[in-house]
């Protein structure tokens, strides 16, 4: 079977065809997966960052962990899904080792875990794109309690999880502002930005330019430390970041994409209303995985790199 591993520490991401195919264990299902994406977390993975943080490395690692794929064998306990059912989520990275993904033809996922219908109306091709970014989106959003009419700075807006988190951000009756590239314009308009600022130079004056008393929320998807941006804030201004740079106190919230059944069929039913839609910069066949890491990485992105099983 077919699959981009990782087979040492410092090696290249690459396609290899001989892994065996996995049978299930008795809580499992085995999907055969359409459709992913790649993730900035991928590339933490590839690049060995978990075995800093202490975790170990079973090699081969299979790398990827959005999935949408439609599944083949369930298990003996697995009740509530059977072969042929459409289903997405995201494949753990340490569990307990890391090793399992979900840039295979074929893997095991455990039944009630990270995993949820897809739903009629959306294509597995979205559903494979969707499920890291826009859990994340989700949750940032959410911690912002956005009220009609506020200010929202979306910094990072442009992005797997930015393109995502703007549209919920717009429906919750924000008005959404994202410093971002000329050529960004057309794209985070359409997603329902109101106000775009140059991405280069001092966007704390940019904004205090526009909003002389500041924004009301912040969502900071770029930042490693807290507080880059603080002074472009009101007074009891929230922030939220995926980045974990929100800082601590009121109202400052660090989330996490939390990939359970139930937030996913959220994600779904938001897919499925057309609420949210998954902006695809560019689609990459499974064998070309790794050129998606390399893009992420290096390239400018309007949304989200999908990968396409044949
Ligand atoms: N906590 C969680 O559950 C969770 C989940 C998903 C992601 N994340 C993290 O969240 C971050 C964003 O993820 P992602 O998937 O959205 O990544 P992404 O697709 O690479 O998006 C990041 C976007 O931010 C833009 N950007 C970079 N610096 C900027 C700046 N100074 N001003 C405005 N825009 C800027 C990038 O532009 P360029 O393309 O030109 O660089 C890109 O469009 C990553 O660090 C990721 O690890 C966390």
Redesign the pocket.
Known sequence: MQAITLDAHGAAPALRDDLPEPTPAEHEVILRVHASSA???DN?IAAGLLAKEGLEYEFPVTLGRDFAGVVERAGAAVRDLEPGDRVFGVVLPAAPTVRAGAWAELIAVPAGQAIARVPDRVDLAVAGAAP??G??AIAAVEALEITPGEDVLV????????SLAVQLAARAGANVIA??LPQDEGFLRDLGVSVVLP?EGDLVAAVRERFPDGVDALLD??SYVPGAYDAALRDGARVAS??CAAGEGPGRTN???DPTPESLERLGALLADGTLRVPVQASYPLARAPEALAA?ET????GKLAIAFA
Do not use: I, S
């Open positions: 993730n900035p977390g933490m890291v970014a859990l994340a910094v990072g807006a442009t992005g797997g999880v930015g410093p971002a991405r998807l770029v995926a980045t989330v996490m994409g992420l390239g400018h992105k309007q």
